[in-house]
């Protein structure tokens, strides 16, 4: 299958769409300019980010965990989208933030009341993605995740989108400092792409350049200001970022703050999975 990939960048001062051919980028003017040298924006501007809880079969087994009957969701604010190359911000306070690589679908086409076998139709491509959780918020906002995984910055996404794309069999690594810390295939994804899209499109209406986060295999982790966080997927190319602190701390005089309970540590750092609320199973009586 023939796939081309589009991407957004700063040319000349101006928001361009361009197309990768090479190493090099071509706007629709024919203007040109070297991969490396560019200054990448966010290849989509959506009207919503959604995003699945779990997916991924490695996933569940580390969580010690069940998936449920259907997926679940959450949502990220549109002002968490970053791109590929930018920084991730923690904020002065926190020290608990993940990574966690993931595929986005990018929707196409006005997607409503749909089928699976239709989906694949409403889709526009792929792209790369990394779904960042601040999980010094852990423990409020009751289950919504909107301060844990909605901060600014905390939804890179890039570099470009991939038209023509097949989901099936690939593989998907998150790489910290040159490290491999996941290495997943997206035939672990118990509900794939379409599946997501027209489960979503039931009740929610997409729109073009709306973005679903389809979930992300075992060991996320904390990561610090200074490290490079790269997410690589097969066909779809690198998404790099570099995580720095923010300049002012999170106010004290408002809202809830930054925790260290059981439940935020054993979240970030992988640990014991029991003191996020999930039962492990009972022993076998003898």
Known sequence: MTTTEYRRILLDGNVVDVRVDGTDLVAGDGRRTPIADATHLAPVEPSKIICVHLNYLSRVTELQTALPKAPTYFHKPVSALNAHDAAVVRPVGCKWLNYEGEIAIVIGRTARNISPAEA???????????????HDFRDTDSGSMLRVKGADTLCPIG???????DFRGKRIRTIVNGEVRQ???TDEMEWDMHYLV?????????QPGDILLSGTPAISRTVYPGDVVEVEVEGLGTLRNHIVEGPTPIRSDVGAQPTESEEVLSTAQGG???FRGIRKPAPPQP
């Open 120 to 134: 694949g139709d409403y889709i526009r491509g792929y792209t790369v993605a990394n779904d960042y959780g601040l």
């Open 159 to 165: 570099p470009g989108i991939v038209e023509g794309w």
């Open 183 to 185: 290495d997943g295939n």
């Open 198 to 206: 027209a489960d979503i499109a039931r009740t929610i209406t997409l």
């Open 272 to 274: 014991d999975w029991e």
